[in-house]
């Protein structure tokens, strides 16, 4: 269960929200480590439907400083993704390990794709 991971993630921010297919997007991820974090691995699946579309993994130290200290901190993700990327609703599971592989933590993010042209000016 999430309450026995070392890392609890109080919020997610998306700019934009939602995604624009083709144009950069953001992820901001809040939270806060029961301990120190020295390094570790971002992994990043996407599905579409159930179907997974999308995986891609970083050195959790590219997406903030590290050591990562016990309490607060923030990972940011900033991406584009291609402009034939199907707009409709994805979700999104992002694990953090530590150097050993152990899951920190585990999320899932349900976002929402859009093309360009489905968005009105105001």
Partial sequence: PEDN???KVENVGIIPNPI?????ATFNVSATSEDQIPAGK????VFFYGIRVHTESHDLCSKTTCPIKQGS???TNSQSLPGFT??????LRMK???ADNKVLTCIY?????????MISEV
Avoid at 20 to 24: C, F, L, M, Q, R
Avoid at 42 to 45: A, C, H, P, Y
């Fill in 5 to 7: 991971y070392q890392v």
């Fill in 20 to 24: 624009v297919s083709g144009k950069p």
């Fill in 42 to 45: 971002l992994s990043i699946e």
């Fill in 73 to 75: 901190f923030i990972l």
């Fill in 86 to 91: 199907p707009s409709g609703d994805y979700r």
């Fill in 96 to 98: 953090m390990m530590d």
């Fill in 109 to 117: 993010i349900n976002l929402r794709i859009v093309h360009d042209s």
